[in-house]
């Protein structure tokens, strides 16, 4: 006998619950509140854990009749801030024509209220299924993803982790990196009635930021072009001077595709200086946000074990994709060396004005979590290679 999902508008009106709680990074105590309470109300032991720099995450773990792999299922209960334009009350959730409106719906309460509600279908029959899940809501994804790096210290042992960001038809095996580069470019001042006494720092910083935006990265077969985006670029000291500017600071935010590294970026920007032939000299460093690139193979055990549920609840075969954007997978993926695929309900306009999310997929994705936990321990074992 295998584990009943009950079907209803149980889903819609926990996600709804999700929505109407304001949640921006940062400030998520109050959806861990909701979240720890929902499980406790079920007879489920949920604890609000510390994580990196003050964050917390909800944890909330299942076992069932014997041993076997480890499943982490779940995401990040933060978004970001309402954006211009609303149409409604980004906090008030609104249904219409299938989909489910308010900030957060598809960014990702939708994902999270699925895996939310799968922990709670395998709780209830332990006997069905072998092995342990761990559920957990994570704080500040939006932000610095404090929440997934202070999980990550916990040293939990996960086999697998199937995360519900919004990756319906496209399910990801992997994402693109980042980092961003800070370039100091470092020049000569003089009397700005005298420029060619000195050295511009902001003219010969403008010269380097030109050549980074015409700078064609390498293409990956599978996934298109890395990318990269000057934020900014600054000079003078602020105040009103007649001086040539001796110093000049660009940000370049990185993206990096599996088997780049943050040494080939500097790399590549060098080879642009060198062919400046600029007379200021340059500094460049990596900084935070760090995110690495990851890709798992199609022939993963525990891709195999996913794309098997895939084709038994949805009836076809998975499109796996790539995602265009980090998320806390990054970190589960790469440094937490955990087998991590994106799976979430479907939607539009994400970090957008009127954001939803489908109701339709959200029964779906809830099967699929219960289905790939109660069937991995008879496709996957403990190696995690």
């Known amino acids: 006998m295998g584990v009943t999902v009950p079907e209803g508008s149980e889903l819609t009106a ?27 109300e079920r007879g489920m032991a949920a604890a609000i854990e510390p994580a990196a720099g003050g964050a917390t995450n909800v944890v909330c773990e299942v076992s069932g009749s014997g041993e076997g792999p480890p499943l982490w299922m779940g995401g990040h209960c933060d978004t970001v801030a309402p954006a211009p334009g609303w149409s409604t009350d980004p906090f008030e959730p609104t249904i219409r024509d299938g989909k489910l409106f308010g900030l957060g719906a598809m960014d990702m309460k939708g994902g999270l209220a699925a895996a939310m509600l799968a922990a709670a279908d ?90 980074l935006d015409g700078l064609d990265r390498m293409r990956h077969p599978r996934f298109g072009p890395a990318m990269h985006c000057v934020l900014s670029i600054s000079s ?51 900084g935070e946000p760090l995110y690495g690139s990851y890709n798992l193979d199609e022939r993963h055990p525990f891709v195999e074990a996913f794309a098997s549920s895939y084709r038994r609840v949805l009836g076809r075969a998975p499109d796996f994709g790539f995602g265009s954007a980090v998320s806390d997978a990054n970190l589960f993926g790469v440094e937490g060396a955990i087998p991590t695929i994106l799976f979430g309900p479907g939607g539009a306009n994400l970090h957008a004005a009127d954001e939803w999310v489908a109701l339709d997929d959200l029964p779906v994705v809830r099967r699929l979590y219960v289905d790939l936990a109660t069937t991995l321990s008879a496709t996957i074992g403990q190696d995690r290679s």
């Open 14 to 40: 926990l996600v709804s619950s999700l929505v109407a709680i304001p949640s921006l990074s940062g400030e998520e105590g109050e959806i861990q509140s909701f979240i720890a309470g929902w499980f406790g």
């Open 122 to 211: 395998l709780a209830r029959s332990p006997e069905s299924w072998a092995g342990r899940v761990v559920f957990a809501a994570l704080a500040d994804e939006e932000a610095s993803s404090r929440g997934a790096r202070g999980f990550l210290r916990s040293g939990r042992s996960i086999d697998g982790a199937v995360m519900g960001e919004p990756h319906f038809e496209d399910p990801s095996l992997g994402a693109i990196g980042k980092f961003n580069l800070r370039i100091v470019a470092t020049g000569r001042s003089a009397h700005g009635s005298r420029p060619r006494e000195g050295v511009n720092a902001a003219v010969e910083g403008s010269r380097l930021a030109a050549a």
């Open 236 to 286: 003078g000291s602020g105040r009103y001077e007649i001086r040539v500017p001796d110093r000049c600071e660009i940000l370049v935010n990185w993206h990096v595709m599996p088997g780049e590294s943050a040494a080939d970026a500097v790399a590549a920007v060098e080879r642009l200086i060198a062919g400046l032939r600029s007379p200021a000299s340059f500094a460049i460093t990596v």
